[in-house]
């Protein structure tokens, strides 16, 4: 009787996913908000923080995939208040992180042991919280996801889920890239510690850029 059930490989149309792949890609490489914020971290606090950043702003695509496959993303879309209170509190979120970097010390270490003293876990849910009160990224999964559907016989929630992990994969790739590249800059600025306040500066900026971009944004 199984065999009358088409086979799971059988259903999946795969130039429609690696189109996908390479438009996430692209997508991921475009300068924006998520990379410049990898890149302000990696250039900071090390290589390790950065992808650990990375990691945190890749997971939070988990939650925007869920919205997605089970339908919330679209009542987000019609609903001009939901929206709104999404991205106020993305951008309220944001200018706290700009305010705490502030208060802290005037210059930032650069010395060796400046990396283990770095609280990984918060930044982790630096770069998940960051994602998640993003509610365009919500609404571009939403326009851009039901777009390559890749199986005729699949549940759409089985392929948005699909869909999510491979743009997660390949976020997560560039983004490492771009953590990675930003060690090396970051070893020349351990060089020249004073770079450090700087670098404070070049964070808050990024925050407030971050903010200012969702604030002014529309759907």
């Known amino acids: ?16 996913l690696i189109g996908f ?14 990379n410049i914020f990898v890149l302000a971290q990696s250039i900071s606090n090390g290589v390790k923080a950065g992808l650990v950043t990375v990691l945190g702003l890749v997971s939070g695509c988990l939650v925007h995939t869920s919205l997605l496959a ?6 987000i879309k019609r609903s001009d208040m939901l929206f709104l209170g999404i991205k106020l509190f993305g951008a309220l979120y944001l200018l706290y992180l700009a305010v705490k970097v502030f208060r802290s010390d005037a210059t930032i270490s650069l010395e060796g042991q400046q990396e283990s003293s770095i609280n990984h876990p918060d930044m982790f849910w630096k770069g998940f919280v ?3 009160l993003n509610p365009k990224v919500t609404i571009f999964f939403l326009a851009f996801f039901p777009g390559f559907l890749f199986s005729e016989s699949l549940s759409p929630v089985i392929q948005f889920y699909v869909l999510g992990l491979l743009f997660m994969l390949v976020a997560f790739i ?7 590249l930003a060690g090396n800059i970051s070893g020349f600025l351990h060089r020249n510690p004073k770079t450090g306040v700087y670098l404070k500066w070049l964070q808050i900026v990024v925050f407030v850029g971050i903010a200012a971009y969702l604030l002014l944004s529309d759907k």
């Open 70 to 75: 089970f339908g919330v993303s679209e009542i």
């Open 130 to 132: 960051m994602n998640v």
């Open 174 to 180: 560039i983004f490492g890239l771009v953590a990675l």
């Open 21 to 34: 792949m390479v438009s996430s890609a692209a997508l991921a490489i475009s300068p924006g908000p998520d």
């Open 1 to 16: 009787m199984l065999g009358h059930y088409p086979l799971f490989f059988e259903t999946i149309n795969y130039s429609i």
